[in-house]
C-alpha cells in the first residue's frame, strides 16, 4: 500500500471526525482526497463523495432524530425538488459534459478540470461561510412558516450543485431553512443532514448504471467516515467544535486556492 493511499484512507477517518465535532464540513474534502492521494477520476469521485456524504449525513440525521430536533415535512418539501434535481444531474447532464471544454491558447481545459476548478469554488464559498459564522443559534421561532417558490428554486439549485461536485452543500442549505422555512437554527441543522443523506444517496443512484463502482473499496471507505463521527462527537466532550470551525475554513479556503492553481497551471 502506497503512502498517499495511507493518507487516503487517514483522510477518510479525518471527514468523520470533522463532521462529528463541527457538524459539517468535511465531506467538502472528499472530493479532493478521492482525486489527489487515491487517484480517482474526478467524475467518479464525485459519485463516490455523494455516497460517502450520503451515509455520513445519515448517521447525524438518525442522532438528530433521536433528540427531536428534525422537521421532516420541511425535509420533504426542499427535498423533493433537490433530490429530482440531483438525480437527472448525475444521471444525463454529468455524462452529457463533453471531454474537452474549451482550450485557452495551447491549453486544453477538459471535463475533469473543469470538475475540479468548479469544485473549487464551492470550497471558496462553504470556506468564507464558516470563517464569517459566529457560532450564534440564531432567533427561535414557535411556528415554521414556508415559502414554497424559493425553496422549490433553492432546492433545485442545491441539487444541481451537489449533483456536479459531490459535496453536499449544507452551507447553502441551513441558511435557506432559517430564511425560507423560518426554522430555528438548531433544526436547522438537524433537518439540514435529512435532506442531505436523501438527496445525495438518490444522486449516486443516477450513478450505478454509467459508472463501474467498486464496492469494496467505497464501503471500507464509507466505514472510516462514519467511525470518524464517533470518534468526533466523543471529541466534543473536551473540545468545542463550533471554536474549531472558522480555523477549519481556512484550511478549506487553502486547498480550495491549491486546486485552482494546480488545475489551471499544471
Given at each position: 500500500m502506497e503512502i498517499t493511499e495511507i493518507l487516503g484512507y487517514i483522510g477518510?477517518?479525518?471527514?468523520?471526525?470533522?463532521?462529528?465535532?463541527?457538524?459539517?464540513?468535511?465531506?467538502?474534502?472528499?472530493?479532493?482526497?478521492?482525486?489527489?492521494?487515491?487517484?480517482?477520476?474526478?467524475?467518479?469521485?464525485?459519485?463516490?463523495?455523494?455516497?460517502?456524504?450520503?451515509?455520513?449525513?445519515?448517521?447525524?440525521?438518525?442522532?438528530?432524530?433521536?433528540?427531536?430536533?428534525?422537521?421532516?415535512?420541511?425535509?420533504?418539501?426542499?427535498?423533493?425538488?433537490?433530490?429530482?434535481?440531483?438525480?437527472?444531474?448525475?444521471?444525463?447532464i454529468v455524462p452529457a459534459i463533453p471531454q474537452t471544454l474549451f482550450t485557452v491558447g495551447d491549453h486544453v481545459i477538459t471535463k475533469n478540470v473543469g470538475i475540479m476548478v468548479f469544485f473549487a469554488i464551492i470550497m471558496l464559498l462553504a470556506a468564507i461561510s464558516m470563517i464569517r459564522s459566529n457560532g450564534k443559534e440564531g432567533v427561535e421561532t414557535t411556528k415554521v412558516q414556508f415559502n414554497y417558490p424559493l425553496i422549490v428554486i433553492e432546492g433545485l439549485g442545491v441539487g444541481l450543485l451537489t449533483g456536479v461536485v459531490g459535496a453536499g452543500g449544507g452551507f447553502l442549505i441551513i441558511p435557506?431553512?432559517?430564511?425560507?422555512?423560518?426554522?430555528?437554527?438548531?433544526?436547522?441543522?438537524?433537518?439540514?443532514?435529512?435532506?442531505i443523506a436523501i438527496k445525495s444517496l438518490?444522486?449516486?443512484?443516477?450513478?450505478?448504471?454509467?459508472?463501474?463502482?467498486d464496492w469494496t473499496f467505497l464501503?471500507?471507505?464509507?466505514?472510516?467516515?462514519?467511525?470518524?463521527?464517533?470518534?468526533?462527537?466523543?471529541?466534543n466532550n473536551f473540545i468545542d467544535g463550533k471554536k474549531l470551525k472558522k480555523g477549519f475554513g481556512w484550511f478549506v479556503l487553502l486547498m480550495a486556492l491549491y486546486i485552482i492553481l494546480k488545475e489551471s497551471f499544471l
Open positions: 477518510a477517518l479525518f471527514i468523520g471526525v470533522v463532521l462529528g465535532l463541527i457538524g459539517g464540513g468535511g465531506s467538502i474534502l472528499t472530493v479532493p482526497i478521492f482525486v489527489y492521494l487515491l487517484y480517482i477520476n474526478p467524475v467518479t469521485a464525485t459519485a463516490y463523495s455523494l455516497f460517502v456524504v450520503g451515509l455520513s449525513a445519515l448517521v447525524g440525521a438518525f442522532q438528530n432524530m433521536k433528540k427531536g430536533l428534525v422537521d421532516f415535512k420541511t425535509a420533504i418539501v426542499f427535498s423533493i425538488p433537490a433530490f429530482i434535481a440531483v438525480y437527472i444531474t448525475r444521471k444525463f435557506a431553512l432559517v430564511l425560507l422555512a423560518k426554522l430555528p437554527m438548531k433544526k436547522a441543522v438537524a433537518t439540514s443532514l435529512l435532506i438518490i444522486g449516486f443512484i443516477g450513478d450505478i448504471e454509467n459508472l463501474d463502482i464501503l471500507s471507505f464509507s466505514a472510516l467516515s462514519i467511525g470518524g463521527i464517533f470518534v468526533g462527537i466523543w471529541l
